[in-house]
């Protein structure tokens, strides 16, 4: 009735008026040309046959058919391969070992162990399904009601929120198609999809799913992540956590719990109630998960400039390991311990040289045989990835005057023969005394001790500039030399490591050749042993009697020549080293050794800018002293 009324009250038509109405505009318009071309008579005009719609639909249909068809067909002629699907990921993790055992660094993608659905806790799967595909079990790779409902709740929202894609499809996505956003690869996701549930059971594809999904920090599948933050395995997670690992799907980056664990939490917290709301665990359950959030497993950390030591060792890998494709454990050389030492005294050593226009350094220990026990590359690793301790090739100065004062001992000389300190000239080569004073005649210990360029380079021509080289050579120097009587004052370049190794021999009366390494170990992810670094090194390049000698004119260095600053406490005990200085103050080294360790240090600038009075007995052997008296004690 209210119906009626409100019509009425429109002013709708009344059906008797209408028709009167009709007969009169009829009657006038009598005589004038029909509103119809061709009939004469509107009353009779011919009806439109439907068989004109339904050939244009019909058409429309064809043609929408063909297109789409192609679309398709063309989406699908590249499909990817499903083979392989259930064989190992080809980007394996690398993990760093210090010689402790703690972790250096982790390269690469971690994917854990593969672990079937059966054999990890029943938690994760049923999380998994209540936050991410509540009808897996029940569609056929696609789910209508899931897709309706997302774009529901996107229209509802007024943003995307909800993409609405099954597991199926997102394993397919993930295994095999690239993540950008295309038609084409929505289709081919679809095509792929009804393919793995065709080919696979849906605990298989489950399964296939929890192995390969990424749930941040470099982790792929429930296992890295669950061994990654909670120190467990897949099959040992508990309510809560296979909550946090559920809810990491929806964004693994920005939820990850090593980058925002309060997300992280508050996105467990929606899995927790969708697996109550779904029937997998009890009200009860959710709500005490909730009130006791997952804790991280503490992970250990080692300061940035290790990462210098972790480069060097990853270039050496394919040497000893080849192309293996499974997941290494590499263990190294290297000592936490002294790595800090070593950094510390090298930043120290830095500040204090600051105003003196010194901008890098890099030090490098190593134990009697080569082993690396500390390699600091720079200042800031963050700011530089260049390694300065093994890639810098610098000139250095003085430091040099060590292989060549022992070429002239092999050549018979003693710390005690005389030398005279007087200006001397080679083929208009007149090299000068850094005090541009002259002593005449001096010893070789306190030539060696005062750094004397000028009875250097007598030395140099007594044991003759070649076989300098070849010494420098079998002392595992393999840089460009210059062959001319400049060697003899540092003019070739070299870097801090290999120059640090070849004082090594000189530590011992077995003078035997140290080849720098940091590698002690490799294995697979299973154990097996890839390689083992097997002998003590080199054999013996440096006969006892000389290398006793040498550590004489060594010891006078620090005892009272240039290198006082790097006298060490009485109760660690001696120091044996030598300074080096390059033209212009461009470089400042010491290098020297204690008990079983050598150590160097190096100051300059990447650009080779001059420093402001930085010799290599200052700044640099204090920094080598504080090292050494931290690492020795």
Same mark, same amino acid.
């Given at each position: 009735m209210a119906k009626s009324k409100t019509a009425k009250s429109k002013g709708a038509p009344r059906i008797g008026k209408a028709k009167r109405t009709d007969t009169k505009s009829a009657s006038a318009g009598k005589g004038k040309p029909s509103a119809f071309p061709g009939n004469s008579n509107p009353r009779r005009a011919p009806r439109k046959s439907p068989w004109r719609e339904i050939r244009l639909v019909l058409i429309a249909v064809i043609w929408l058919s063909l297109v789409g068809g192609g679309f398709i067909a063309y989406a699908a002629h590249d499909l990817p391969s499903t083979e392989g699907l259930t064989g190992p990921k080809s980007a394996p993790a690398l993990t760093i070992l210090a010689a402790d055992g703690s972790r250096l660094a982790q390269f690469g993608a971690d994917w854990g162990e593969f672990v079937h659905l059966h054999d990890m806790s029943p938690l994760l799967p049923q999380a998994v399904i209540a936050i991410e595909d509540r009808r897996f079990y029940e569609h056929s790779g696609m789910d209508i009601l899931g897709v309706l409902r997302a774009i529901w709740r996107n229209i509802m929202s007024g943003h995307l929120r909800e993409g609405g894609s099954t597991i199926t499809q997102q394993l397919a996505k993930i295994a095999f198609l690239t993540p950008a956003k295309s038609l084409k690869r929505k289709v081919q996701e679809l095509f792929l999809a009804f393919h793995l549930e065709n080919k696979f059971t849906k605990d298989e594809i489950l399964t296939l799913y929890l192995n390969r999904v990424y749930l941040g920090a470099g982790t792929y599948g429930v296992d890295a992540a669950a061994r990654r933050y909670f120190g467990k395995s897949a099959s040992e997670v508990s309510l809560s956590q296979a909550a946090l690992l559920a809810g990491l799907l929806k964004a693994p980056s920005r939820l990850s719990p090593a980058r925002n664990l309060k997300a992280a939490h508050r996105r467990a917290a929606l899995v927790l109630d969708s697996m109550a709301t779904g029937g997998f665990v009890s009200e009860a359950d959710a709500a005490y998960a909730k009130s006791q959030p997952t804790k991280l497993i503490k992970q250990e950390k080692l300061a940035g400039s290790a990462h210098h030591f972790c480069d060097w060792v990853r270039a050496q890998l394919p040497a000893h390991a080849g192309r293996n494709s499974a997941a290494l454990t590499v263990y190294t050389t290297l000592d936490p311990t002294l790595q800090m030492i070593a950094e510390t005294a090298l930043a120290r050593g830095l500040e204090n040289v600051s105003k003196h226009d010194a901008r890098e350094g890099a030090l490098v220990a190593l134990a009697q045989d080569g082993a690396v026990l500390a390699m600091v590359g720079g200042r800031d690793y963050d700011e530089s990835q260049f390694n300065r301790a093994s890639q810098a090739?610098?000139?250095?100065?003085?430091?040099?005057? #060590? $292989?060549? =004062?022992?070429?002239?001992?092999?050549?018979?000389?003693?710390?005690?023969? #005389?030398?005279?300190?007087?200006?001397?000239?080679?083929?208009?080569?007149?090299?000068?005394? =850094?005090?541009?004073?002259?002593?005449?005649?001096?010893?070789?210990?306190?030539?060696?001790?005062?750094?004397?360029?000028?009875?250097?380079?007598?030395?140099?021509?007594?044991?003759? %500039?070649?076989?300098?080289?070849?010494?420098?050579?079998?002392?595992?120097?393999?840089?460009?030399?210059?062959?001319?009587?400049?060697?003899?004052?540092?003019?070739?370049?070299?870097?801090?490591?290999?120059?640090?190794?070849? =004082?090594?021999?000189? %530590?011992?009366?077995?003078?035997?050749?140290?080849?720098?390494?940091? $590698?002690?170990? %490799?294995?697979?992810?299973?154990?097996?042993?890839? =390689?083992?670094?097997?002998?003590?090194?080199?054999?013996?390049?440096?006969?006892?009697?000389?290398?006793?000698?040498?550590?004489?004119?060594?010891?006078?260095?620090?005892?009272?020549?240039?290198?006082?600053?790097?006298?060490?406490?009485?109760?660690?005990?001696?120091?044996?080293?030598?300074?080096?200085?390059?033209?212009?103050?461009?470089?400042?080294?010491?290098?020297?050794?204690?008990?079983?360790?050598?150590?160097?240090?190096?100051?300059?600038?990447?650009?080779?800018?001059?420093?402001?009075?930085?010799?290599?007995?200052?700044?640099?052997?204090? %920094?080598?002293?504080?090292?050494?008296?931290?690492?020795?004690?």
């Open positions: 090739l610098r000139q250095p100065g003085s430091a040099f005057k #060590t $292989i060549v =004062y022992l070429a002239g001992i092999e050549a018979g000389l003693t710390p005690d023969d #005389t030398f005279d300190d007087a200006p001397i000239e080679i083929a208009g080569w007149a090299p000068r005394n =850094y005090s541009g004073k002259y002593q005449g005649p001096v010893s070789l210990r306190r030539a060696f001790a005062e750094s004397i360029n000028s009875v250097a380079v007598r030395v140099g021509q007594h044991a003759g %500039i070649d076989e300098v080289a070849k010494l420098a050579r079998h002392l595992g120097i393999n840089s460009n030399l210059p062959p001319d009587a400049s060697l003899s004052l540092g003019s070739g370049e070299v870097s801090l490591l290999q120059l640090t190794a070849a =004082y090594a021999p000189l %530590i011992a009366s077995t003078g035997a050749l140290a080849l720098p390494h940091g $590698i002690h170990e %490799i294995r697979n992810r299973g154990g097996d042993i890839i =390689y083992r670094r097997e002998g003590s090194g080199g054999g013996r390049v440096i006969a006892t009697k000389s290398a006793a000698a040498m550590r004489d004119l060594l010891a006078a260095v620090v005892k009272f020549g240039t290198g006082h600053n790097a006298a060490l406490s009485p109760e660690i005990g001696p120091a044996h080293g030598k300074t080096g200085t390059s033209q212009n103050f461009r470089d400042a080294w010491f290098i020297g050794f204690a008990r079983n360790i050598v150590a160097g240090v190096w100051l300059g600038n990447d650009d080779g800018q001059a420093m402001r009075g930085i010799t290599g007995g200052g700044a640099p052997a204090k %920094i080598w002293r504080h090292f050494m008296n931290g690492a020795l004690r």
